[in-house]
């Protein structure tokens, strides 16, 4: 019974971050329709947006990011920022992003995953350098005060793996918001 009751929970808690995911997704896209008059590409940060979706639900399924999520995203990317002349810095902050979380991969011995380093390559071309950065630092720093919350309520340890994904949704939800990514 114990174990059923944890099972049911688990799912709970899933479909929970789940139903979180695709809120701060509508909130980002209201945001970027709200944000238009500031936007070069408004159109692009939507697909985006969705792209990242998608990926955070499927990561918070099964802590994987599949690449039929993200090459396609890439290639409509790499085809947007050609069509609105933004393809070298596109292509700047891909490969800037592709480097620094091959780095962070290293670091943390693996933790982070090729699916989360495709996504966040995927954010770089669709972005410019500094929004790149500033999504990367807040994504970081919003899994680890999850991290150390749950740490701290006992609901995890050191060892245990969380979806990166939603955190990357998360971060360039707020910045667009802020009307820093545009």
């Known amino acids: 019974m114990q174990k059923v ?21 509508i909130a980002g896209i209201v945001g970027t329709v709200g944000f238009i008059y500031k936007s070069k590409l408004p ?27 993200t090459v396609p995203a890439m290639v409509a990317g790499a085809v947007i920022v050609a069509l609105t002349g933004e393809f070298l810095e596109g292509t700047a902050a891909a490969v800037l992003s592709f480097i620094l979380m091959k780095l962070l991969a290293i670091i943390s011995r693996n933790q982070v995953g090729g699916g989360d380093i495709a996504i966040m390559t995927v954010t770089g071309l669709y972005t410019s350098i500094g929004a790149l950065i500033s999504i ?32 990357i949704l998360t971060a360039t939800v707020l910045l667009t918001l802020s009307g820093y990514v545009n």
């Open 43 to 69: 159109a692009a940060i939507g697909v985006l947006l969705t792209v990242q979706l998608l990926a955070a639900l499927w990561d918070i399924k099964s802590m994987t990011i599949p690449a039929k999520i």
């Open 5 to 25: 009751i944890k099972i049911e929970n688990k799912k709970i808690r899933k479909f929970t971050t789940a139903m979180i995911c695709v809120v701060i997704w």
């Open 136 to 167: 990367l630092f807040a994504s970081v720093t919003l899994s680890g005060v999850f991290s150390v919350i749950f740490i701290i309520s006992g609901k995890a340890d050191k060892k245990t793996e969380i979806p990166f994904a939603p955190f």
